[in-house]
């Protein structure tokens, strides 16, 4: 490590400090801002989402402690600010030629239906006339190809004179590329991880989209790098949460929720999935199997909206898996009217946030 007392070495020995909740670097999370070193005082800021932040106090002694370790520094001096996603500047984020509106679909949790919801929506969205695109970052279970029809699609790849591009694949109105179409399905996920950050970055950056209304990005579930890396490379429109009404999907999708908050990224808002059971044979019936109203309270609690609540249904799951999504295969069904209210309500959200 370098001798002299900078900004980069303050940056370096904070790199480690990380919020309690997201188990992110405090840097990397942009939250540390103004480092400034005079004489052996070192002041920077810490910029949280809300100035109400519980865990403030440990975030803040957890910073002195790192940087007082550092040869040469007599007091650290940090100033606690918050800031709304919405007041974030993002200076360093570039933007994909012709593509207006990058989303982000995540849950906490894997197997809640993100992949699902997410195909939905891009299917309503392109039912609508708008252009639309679809990335399936998920290298644990990259099955937006079956979900669209295209599990045997391949991506071709054109020598341009700017170098290698992609050429999506294109079912049910939307273009598409997948982690699928680039990882060995029996490659162990172990190693598809450190491959991710680039794949992510090709899929923005090197694949011909054209004119795009919305790009979809399907998310592995989580907080991992994947997340970061999106939200630090491209500007994005917002970010839609999927859950279902359990409790603990639904505190895995608080953390989502925060993180991309923490990032500067609008939170849409949340999707509860499965939410209830509609049997085949008694179509006026409702079950709710994992409990109700799960969405609606952590919606109102984090100050978000619930965008919708997709029943489960078996022609649903029917649909994913003949690549016919539901919103094509049976449009006056429950849950494909309540996912093409879902994907309205994103494009109304997009649009207002746009003009904000
Ligand atoms: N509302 C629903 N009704 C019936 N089946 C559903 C519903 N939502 C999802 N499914 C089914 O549940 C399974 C998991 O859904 P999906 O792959 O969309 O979840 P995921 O959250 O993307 O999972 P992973 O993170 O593992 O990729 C799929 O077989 C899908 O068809």
């Excluded at 949280?48 to 007599?74: H, S, Y």
């Excluded at 990224?265 to 949340?270: D, H, K």
């Excluded at 109102?300 to 965008?307: A, F, I, N």
């Excluded at 919708?308 to 799951?317: H, N, Q």
């Amino acid at each position: 490590m370098s001798e002299v007392l900078d900004v980069s070495t303050i940056l370096e020995v904070l790199r480690p400090v990380q919020d309690p909740e997201l188990r992110k670097s405090l840097v990397e999370l942009n939250m540390i801002r103004n480092v400034k070193v005079d004489a052996g005082l070192v002041s920077f800021t810490l910029v949280l989402t809300t100035p109400a932040c519980p865990l403030r106090e440990f975030i803040v002694e957890d910073c002195q402690k790192a940087v007082k370790k550092l040869p040469g520094v007599r007091d650290v001096k940090v100033d606690v600010t918050a800031e709304t996603p919405q007041q974030k500047s993002l200076p360093d984020r570039t933007g994909i030629a012709g593509v207006k509106n990058i989303l982000a679909v995540s849950s906490g949790k894997g197997g809640v239906g993100k992949s699902t919801v997410a195909v939905n929506v891009a299917v309503a969205l392109a039912q609508t006339g708008a252009k639309v695109g679809m990335i399936d970052a998920d290298i644990y279970g990259p099955n937006v190809p079956t979900m669209l029809g295209l599990s045997e699609a391949k991506v071709a790849v054109r020598q341009t004179p700017q170098g290698e591009v992609l050429e999506p694949a294109f079912n049910h109105g939307v273009k598409m590329v997948s982690m699928g179409f680039l990882i060995d399905k029996d490659q162990p996920v172990i190693w598809r991880g450190p491959m991710l950050n680039g794949i992510i970055r090709q899929f923005l950056y090197q694949v011909e989209w054209g004119e795009l209304d919305y790009l979809i990005v399907d998310m592995p579930p989580g907080t991992g790098d994947a997340q970061l890396t999106l939200v630090q490379a491209v500007p994005m429109a917002g970010a839609v949460i999927v859950t279902t009404p359990q409790n603990v999907a639904l505190l895995d999708s608080r953390k989502g929720l925060k993180m991309f908050q923490q990032m500067g990224v609008p939170v849409l808002g949340i999707v509860e999935n499965m939410s209830y059971f509609i049997p085949p044979d008694l179509p006026d019936r409702q079950y709710d199997i994992f409990g109700s109203g799960g969405g609606e309270k952590t919606a109102t609690e984090l100050g978000v909206s619930l965008l919708g609540c997709v029943p489960l249904e078996i022609p649903l799951r029917q649909g994913g898996d003949r690549g016919i999504p539901i919103v094509a295969a049976d449009p006056d069904s429950a849950s494909a009217k309540a996912l093409t209210q879902i994907a309205k309500q994103i494009a109304a959200k997009v649009s207002v946030a746009a003009l904000a």
